[in-house]
């Protein structure tokens, strides 16, 4: 059985910082690439973050303008998101996704697995 269970979420006040994780299990995420997608009350779900395989590639949305940072640790089969400098608009279900082979990684309706997320908050 497939399985992304992220993990890390609360609630912060503004210029806080969190650490989002996300375990996998069920298929070898180290062939895989992934992303971090959110998705704010009343919207739909916004990409946020892409990495490579090997974790050698990153790319961000613009909003991310340089307070986020993804990694991953192909040992623990885990995806990481810090977030520092939080906004209240980066309030959202926070979750990961499995790019399928060949697909834009900015496609949120194309991805294959994805976990229930974790919940960010940020409010003073």
């Known amino acids: 059985e497939v399985q992304l269970v992220e993990s890390g979420g609360g609630i912060v006040q503004p210029g806080g910082t969190l650490r989002l994780s996300c375990v996998v299990s069920g298929f070898d995420a180290s062939k895989s690439a992934m992303v971090w997608v959110r998705q704010a009350p009343g919207k739909g779900p916004e990409w946020v973050s892409w990495i490579s395989l090997g974790g050698g590639r990153q790319d961000y949305a613009a909003f991310t303008q340089g307070r986020f940072m993804i990694s991953r640790d192909n040992a623990k089969n885990t995806l990481y998101l810090q977030m520092w400098g939080l906004k209240p608009e980066d309030t959202a279900l926070y979750y990961c996704?499995?790019?399928?082979?060949?697909?834009?990684?900015?496609?949120?309706?194309?991805?294959?697995?994805r976990g229930k997320g974790t919940q960010v908050t940020v409010s003073s």
């Open positions: 996704a499995r790019v399928p082979p060949g697909r834009r990684y900015t496609a949120v309706d194309e991805y294959d697995y």
